[in-house]
């Protein structure tokens, strides 16, 4: 059984920073893609980052491009997002998942990932 793990979360001002943490156990993770969505409250559950365990392919939404970074500790099997200059709008519980279906490329679909966290509340404060 896959577990995801979230931590990081918090209340920061706008323009501060937070690093999320996603710990993964239960498997041998090599096939699978990792990615971070959020959920605003009254909004859909939205993609924002993902990265291959394999080969470290990374993608990142442009809403968030060039503020947030997704990365990856192998040894640890651990994902991080670290988001830098917050604001308001990123307010959201952050959800880590994975993908055990293709693991050479990330997907942005909510419904190709099959493992979830508890998710992790962010909250940016103006």
């Known amino acids: 059984q896959v577990q995801l793990v979230e931590s990081g979360g918090g209340l920061v001002q706008a323009g501060g920073s937070l690093r999320l943490s996603c710990a993964a156990s239960?498997?041998?993770?090599?096939?699978?893609?990792m990615g971070w969505f959020r959920q605003a409250p009254g909004k859909e559950r939205e993609f924002v980052a993902g990265?291959?365990?394999?080969?470290?392919?990374?993608i990142v939404e442009d809403s968030v491009k060039g503020r947030f970074t997704i990365s990856r500790d192998n040894a640890k099997n651990t994902v991080y997002l670290q988001m830098n200059s917050l604001k308001p709008e990123d307010t959201a519980v952050y959800y880590c998942?994975?993908?055990?279906?293709?693991?050479?490329?990330?997907?942005?679909?909510?419904?190709?990932?099959?493992?979830w966290g508890q998710g992790t509340q962010v909250t940016v404060s103006s």
């Open positions: 990265q291959t365990w394999s080969n470290g392919s990374a």
């Open positions: 239960g498997r041998t993770f090599s096939s699978y893609a």
């Open positions: 998942a994975a993908d055990s279906g293709v693991g050479r490329f990330v997907r942005r679909s909510r419904s190709s990932y099959n493992f």
